[in-house]
């Protein structure tokens, strides 16, 4: 997983809620592709696991 707490993208659908700005300031959290990823940074994810 890729840690975010800049998101500058919308994702988020568009509907009326009063407090859309506090989604978009929390921690986004995206899955990366196990098999596309080097050694260190899958022993770095499962060791954030623990």
Do not use: C, H, P
Not at 17 to 28: G, H, N, V
């Amino acid at each position: 997983m890729v840690e975010s707490q800049n998101n500058e993208t919308d994702d988020f659908a568009d509907f009326e809620y009063s407090d859309t700005a506090a989604l978009s300031e929390r921690i986004m959290y995206k899955i990366e592709d196990v098999m596309k990823m080097g050694d260190n940074t899958f022993i770095n994810a499962i060791s954030a696991l623990w």
